[in-house]
């Protein structure tokens, strides 16, 4: 079975890293677009996710996991959308910046760059083995 992989936007005054890391496994909650609600459907056990701090600091800060496919999310009164349960995995050596991935000509098409609206989107096992390198130096 074939590993997905994906970023999750978040807004670090609302739900950070640290808040992920302090309570280990939560629900990825909130999100209220149906292209993003599609993907968070479309996620499987055991894909990975980057955590993304969005708004001020513009970076990928670490890696979740999945552990729980999409169910009701609980804070929608509507019962459109949808959560997962993710868990820190393990935060990232160096923060990927917006402007490290826009500068990386291996990135150009990423959703992040192509639908900055976006909260939850997929990415390609080598975009995510590009930003991982990019990490790492």
Not at 61 to 89: L, R
Request: with cysteine; charged share 30%.
């Amino acid at each position: 079975m074939s590993k997905n992989y994906w970023l999750l936007k978040s807004e670090p005054n609302t739900w950070s890293w640290d808040d992920q890391v302090k309570k280990k496994i939560d629900m990825w909650d909130g999100v209220r677009n149906y292209q993003a609600r599609n993907n968070l459907m479309k996620m499987k056990k055991k894909d990975l996710c980057f955590f993304y701090h969005s708004i001020s600091e513009k970076s990928i800060v670490g890696i979740v996991e999945v552990i729980k496919e999409h169910y009701p999310d609980p804070t929608d009164k509507k019962n459109k959308f949808v959560v997962v349960d993710v868990k820190a995995i393990k935060k990232l050596k160096h923060p990927v910046s917006l402007e490290e991935i826009k500068n990386n000509k291996k990135l150009k098409n990423i959703a992040l760059i192509k639908q900055s609206r976006l909260s939850v989107m997929p990415l390609s096992k080598p975009e995510w083995n590009e930003i991982l390198k990019i990490s790492n130096n």
